[in-house]
Nanobody, 126 residues
Framework: HVQLVESGGGSVQAGGSLRLSCAAS????????MGWFRQAPGKEREGVAA???????SYADSVKGRFSISRDGGKRTLYLQMSSLKPEDTAMYYC?????????????????????WGQGTQVTVS
């Protein structure tokens, strides 16, 4: 049974930073493609960042250069370091695992589907 538990969300002023964490269990962590999505009220879910099993990373244009995805195999934890935060980054952020196909960025949008999802952690930027 795959479990993904996010943490690290909160409220921050514009220009600030946050680091989200996702604790993973129930599968062979290192072999999984994983990523982060977000969804703001009234908006569609948006892919933020993904890291493939070989360590390659992909980012939506809206966060490229400001966000960084990484993983710690020993701790079975996925991270999203967010810097230079903007009010438009306000959303519920979800961790996800087991990509259905390779992540790709098309016209600035990160396109990837996942089999497993966490419950989300709220990020509010004012």
């Amino acid at each position: 049974h795959v479990q993904l538990v996010e943490s690290g969300g909160g409220s921050v002023q514009a220009g600030g930073s946050l680091r989200l964490s996702c604790a993973a269990s129930g599968y062979t962590y290192s072999s999984y493609c994983m990523g982060w999505f977000r969804q703001a009220p009234g908006k569609e879910r948006e892919g933020v960042a993904a890291i493939d099993s070989d360590g390659s990373t992909s980012y939506a244009d809206s966060v490229k250069g400001r966000f960084s995805i990484s993983r710690d195999g020993g701790k079975r934890t996925l991270y999203l370091q967010m810097s230079s935060l903007k009010p438009e980054d306000t959303a519920m952020y979800y961790c996800a695992a087991d990509c259905r196909g390779a992540p790709e960025v098309v016209r600035g949008t990160l396109l990837v589907d996942f089999a497993y999802w966490g419950q989300g952690t709220q990020v509010t930027v004012s």
